[in-house]
């Protein structure tokens, strides 16, 4: 039978199954799942949008759509930059958008139960009232999802302290490709025989299988930033940097990197009068009082031996959140710039003034246009691309 029909025939076994399941299958409503944030890539309407509201419906869509050999696409806010959860014809999409229930927050355990739609800010702000903390923080965390955060396994900013989405998550609960639900993993810290299913699905893109809860782990609440910009005059200069900071020991919370491009377009963009250096390091540290400062202190010495000519230190919280808001931002400022292509890309930190180095000379070769940022201190950059939108340039693609 043609694929249009199968997914019809789903569609229709989906509906008798779950009547009260929200099914998108107007044109208009399923165009805003098209595609995700890749927008460099050609996407596809996909055939239906299915709004699940229980793992129970998850399991029954994906057991339907399994028995009529229909794909399915797990989708969670769909801020993710490769595609994966871009729609495709013939498939349904399921999105997590109304699974966005903080289940519990278990003090006494340092554990967050939660749906998977549920977005990274929200439930940040909700442990925080509790004296809590939890760590992922993609520069998106502010419209990504934690089921999109587990799918993609998200780094952000202060992954270099507190690790990835992966370090953070204790359990799932996921609906296999049959429709059968299992759980993995679960509240203890301690849990370390057997095979390491939660992290296998963690990174997977939802190809092995649909996140329909999640236990996460939290941490206390650290004390306020400290924070130190870093101007240096060698783009090459900051990987040193970031070296000196890893190799004196040092564990900021923060160690990101924003190159003379970048720089400008975020100036631009944010309306800040930041100096027009090749490259600029944002470092801060969590550590209680006084420790704080002496961290800045050796960072700012260590990014001094590297060619760092001019520093400056927030005065204030808000100071801070504003050049750590400009850098979560940086995407979007290039993005003013044209039709943009960012890049992934992680290296030992050891190797960062050859990647800035590489990045720079393919630059050069072909002519290209690109600023670099990225998560320095993790040794993952991001080369963004860019050209004048509607010059289309395959051999970018
Ligand atoms: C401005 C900007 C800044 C960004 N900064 C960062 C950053 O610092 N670090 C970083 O890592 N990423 C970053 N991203 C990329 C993106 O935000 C992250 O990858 C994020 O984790 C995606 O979450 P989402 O909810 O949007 O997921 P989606 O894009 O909807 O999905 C991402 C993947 O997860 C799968 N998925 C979603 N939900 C589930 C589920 N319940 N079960 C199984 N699989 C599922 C999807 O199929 C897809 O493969 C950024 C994006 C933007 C636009």
């Known amino acids: 039978m043609p694929a ?24 208009i409503d399923r165009e805003s799942y098209r595609s995700d944030e890749a927008a460099y890539l050609r996407s596809q309407l996909p055939m239906a ?3 699940p509201e229980t793992a129970d419906q998850v399991a029954a869509i994906v057991r339907l759509a399994a028995e009529h050999r229909t794909p399915i696409v797990p989708r969670g806010a769909g801020t993710g930059l490769s595609g994966a959860s871009g729609g495709m014809e013939n498939a349904i999409t399921v999105a997590f958008t109304r699974m966005n229930r903080i289940l519990e927050i278990d003090k006494a355990n ?19 009232k509790e004296g809590l903390f939890y760590p992922p923080d993609p520069a998106s965390f502010e419209i990504c999802s934690i089921g999109g955060n587990i799918g993609t396994n998200a780094g952000g900013l202060c992954c270099v302290k507190y690790g990835v989405t992966r370090d953070s998550v204790l359990g799932l609960e996921v609906v296999l ?16 025989a057997g095979y390491a299913l939660t992290h296998l699905f963690i990174g997977s893109q939802g190809t092995l299988g649909l996140v329909t809860e999640a ?16 101007f240096i005059d060698e783009t090459d200069g900051a990987g040193d940097a970031v070296e000196r900071i890893t190799a004196a020991g040092l564990l900021p919370c923060t160690l990101e990197l924003m190159d003379r491009v970048t720089i400008r377009a975020v100036n631009e963009t944010f309306h800040l009068e930041l100096p027009d250096a090749a490259a600029l ?17 050796a960072a700012s010495a260590a990014a001094e ?3 760092s000519t001019e520093q400056v230190r927030a005065t204030n919280a808000m100071e801070a959140d504003g050049l750590r808001q400009a850098r979560r931002l940086a995407l979007r400022a290039i993005e ?18 050859e990647l800035l180095d590489s990045i720079q000379r393919v630059v050069a070769e072909h002519g290209l246009n690109c600023g670099t940022f990225g998560h320095a201190g993790d040794g993952n950059l991001h080369p963004t691309f860019w050209w004048e939108r509607g010059d289309w340039r395959p051999r970018l693609v």
């Open 4 to 27: 249009a029909r199968v997914t019809q025939s789903t569609i229709e076994a989906i509906r008798e199954a779950l009547p009260e399941l929200r099914l998108l299958t107007d044109e």
């Open 49 to 51: 949008v299915a709004l």
């Open 110 to 128: 340092l554990v967050a139960v939660v749906q998977p739609g549920v977005i990274n800010a929200d439930l940040k702000a909700a442990v925080a």
């Open 177 to 192: 490709a049959d429709g059968s639900v299992i759980r993995t993993g679960g509240r203890n810290v301690k849990d370390v």
């Open 215 to 230: 236990t996460l782990r939290l941490r206390p609440a650290p004390p306020p930033k400290a924070t130190l910009l870093a």
């Open 281 to 297: 390091l944002l470092i801060e540290s969590d550590l209680p009082g006084a420790a704080a400062e002496a961290e800045l202190d």
């Open 305 to 307: 031996a590297a060619g």
């Open 336 to 353: 003013k710039l044209g039709a943009t292509r960012m890049e992934d890309v992680g290296a030992p930190r050891s190797k960062l003034v």
